[in-house]
């Protein structure tokens, strides 16, 4: 039986307090919390068995390289991958999604397109207008509703032989809406595309099965899935992967080197250069069991409930307007209070002990589609409570009245 209190207890920060009232942290599209037992196997790391992997003979080298290797198993599991090399430990969604930029240089020519949807973050726009800087390829966008829904019949008007990318992220994360991507990646595919889908915002409250959904990469970030910050999982398929020209060149990602030519290591080492981030894959692996253990299903029932008790508690407030109103939605509320700036709203609320992200959240066409400079965004995970949803109501009601 899921009992939030007794989740709550694994949280150790979750019981401070900022600026003399007990933390409500609703700001989990940013950077999610981490468990104790999260916690503990960072510690365990740096305590008893930190050393390079892939590379000593030593007892720790090898201790660590199992444990990596063992958290990449754990990943391809739970995202349902064919197999382990195609899961390329990363520092981030940002890191995959500028790796597979760069690596589509060498395929893409002057004239290609690539879509990309109105509701990206600032990380799923920047990176393919430098590769169509480099390439002469031609950025198009999927537009959006006033719901916050991307227009599939406009998706597929856009498709054509010359399309040779599609990327959407799963979820918006300024809006929360969940994007029909199972529809993207079959009509994509109808005419040769490839499919990125960015997995930042729906890793933390859905299990992907990424062979049903045939997709062919897809990106996420550790720290907003209960895990450390600086490490991320891409997938790719392993044709892709096999395809696709290495990102950065160094140590572990080759297989011979002389000053006259070098050949590159096998999967997944190929793509991942340098000594990376040990500790955090671990931990990754370590969050991912955390998560599973409550259950996925668990957790998206108990924060769609979050998700109606504050969208009902909120609307009762005069002159409150929620963006994102599609029926398909992620525990995320972006909203603003008339006439109020949203900076001005989440400074009385940090006031009060809470924690909500204010501005363009990275997003600013979306903002500038509806008009506005920003929002301030609660976004809800599954240590979150009723209780706390209250106090978030208060302190808006708070903020309406100091700021009229
Ligand atoms: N894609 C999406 C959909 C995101 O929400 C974010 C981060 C990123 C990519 C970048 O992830 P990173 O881990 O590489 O930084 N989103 C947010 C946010 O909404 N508030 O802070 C970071």
Same mark, same amino acid.
């Given at each position: ?52 992997? #892939? ?39 940002? #890191? ?25 973050? #600032? ?115 392993? !044709? ?28 997944? #080492? ?15 692996? !370590? ?67 809470? !924690? ?21 965004? !609660? ?26």
């Amino acid at each position: 039986m899921f009992n939030v209190e007794n989740i709550r207890k694994d949280f150790p920060i979750l019981s401070r307090t900022v600026n003399g009232k007990p933390l409500v942290y609703f700001d989990n599209a940013a950077t999610s919390q981490t468990p104790q037992q999260v916690i503990d196997v960072i510690v365990d790391y740096y305590s008893n068995y930190n050393a390079n992997i #892939h590379r000593g003979v030593h007892t720790l080298s090898q201790e660590a390289t199992d444990k990596y290797e063992q958290a990449r198993k754990k990943i391809q599991t739970h995202f349902n991958a064919k197999l382990a090399h195609e899961i390329i430990f990363t520092s981030g969604t940002t #890191h995959g999604i500028n790796l597979i930029a760069n690596g589509f240089s060498s395929f893409l020519k002057k004239g290609d397109e690539i879509i990309v949807s109105a509701l990206e973050h #600032h990380s799923n726009i920047v990176p393919w207008q430098m590769l169509c800087e480099r390439t002469g390829a031609i950025l198009k966008v999927i537009p959006m509703n006033l719901d916050g829904e991307l227009i599939m019949t406009e998706f597929d008007k856009l498709l054509s032989d010359k399309t040779k990318l599609v990327f959407v992220n799963h979820v918006s994360n300024a809006l929360g809406t969940v994007n029909p991507i199972e529809y993207i990646i079959e009509k994509a595919h109808g005419v040769g595309a490839a499919v990125l889908v960015d997995g930042a915002q729906s890793s933390p409250h859905i299990k992907p099965d990424l062979q049903a959904l045939n997709v062919d990469f897809y990106v996420v970030s550790a720290h907003k899935m209960c895990g450390p910050t600086g490490v991320g999982m891409l997938y790719g398929k392993e !044709a892709w992967l096999k395809k696709l020209p290495p990102y950065q060149g160094g140590g572990e990602m080759i297989a011979e080197v002389t000053f006259e030519k070098t050949t590159y290591a096998e999967l997944p #080492h190929k793509f991942e250069a340098g000594t990376p981030n040990i500790c955090g894959g671990i931990a990754f692996g !370590a969050a991912i069991d955390y998560m599973n253990a409550i259950g996925f299903d668990t957790i998206a029932k108990y924060e769609h409930e979050l998700l109606e008790y504050a969208t009902n508690k909120l609307l009762e407030i005069d002159g409150l307007k929620i963006y994102g109103t599609s029926k398909h939605k992620t525990a995320v509320i972006s909203f603003n209070l008339e006439g109020i700036h949203p900076y001005d709203v989440g400074t009385i609320l940090d006031k009060l002990g809470i !924690a909500v992200r204010t501005g363009h959240h990275c997003a600013q066409p979306i903002m500038d589609f509806y008009k506005i400079p920003g929002t301030v965004r !609660a976004s809800f995970s599954f240590y979150n409570t009723k209780s706390e949803i209250d106090v978030l109501v208060e302190g808006v009601k708070k903020a309406k009245t100091m700021l009229s």
